[in-house]
């Protein structure tokens, strides 16, 4: 019996030590990038990779498959009403932001399930809205992924030499 309670204390500990993790500390830090576009707000909560001189398009993200576009939990993207996304509507809500990079198309993807770790339980049969937009080589090096939001609805999603945008208004 006591053996039992030392291994359900140590258990509880251990639950608690990683429920108060600092995520800040992670080698791919947490980010959000938000702002008000037209009358919704928009807000993209990620992980931030770091290029660390390694190769990165067709590399560590590989074309053709399925990308949580960031690190660690599954990118989301949220807002507070409903948009057009590259002129297709997007209720509002919070969806699983996922892309399929390719060397000259990209796949934009909103999904159901926001709260997902990564891509590995990714199921395309949830997704509700795909869309395609067009990378380009960036005007400067981006050693962390970034994603910004201008006022009239690019969403750009900036990393190594490259830069893939598309409209959310």
Not at 152 to 163: A, K, P, Q, R
Request: net charge positive; glycine share 6%; aromatic share 12%.
């Amino acid at each position: 019996m006591f053996s039992f309670l030392v291994l359900l204390g140590a258990s509880a500990y251990c639950l608690s030590a990683h429920a108060q993790e600092d995520k800040s500390k992670r080698p791919s830090p947490p980010a959000t990038a938000t702002a008000r576009v037209g009358g919704a707000t928009i807000t993209i909560d990620y992980s931030q990779p770091s290029v660390k001189g390694r190769p990165v398009w067709n590399a560590l993200v590989p074309y053709d498959k399925v990308w949580r576009t960031g690190a660690n939990e599954c990118t989301t993207f949220k807002t507070d009403k409903d948009i057009m996304v590259q002129g297709k509507k997007l209720p509002a809500g919070k969806y699983g932001f996922f892309t399929i990079p390719g060397a000259n198309e990209w796949t934009i993807i909103f999904n159901k399930v926001a709260d997902q770790w990564g891509a590995f339980t990714y199921d395309e049969k949830q997704d509700y809205l795909r869309v395609h937009a067009k990378p380009r080589k960036s005007s400067h090096f981006n050693e962390k992924l970034e994603y910004k939001i201008s006022p009239s609805g690019e969403v750009s999603i900036d990393w190594e030499n490259l830069d893939v945008s598309f409209v959310a208004k």
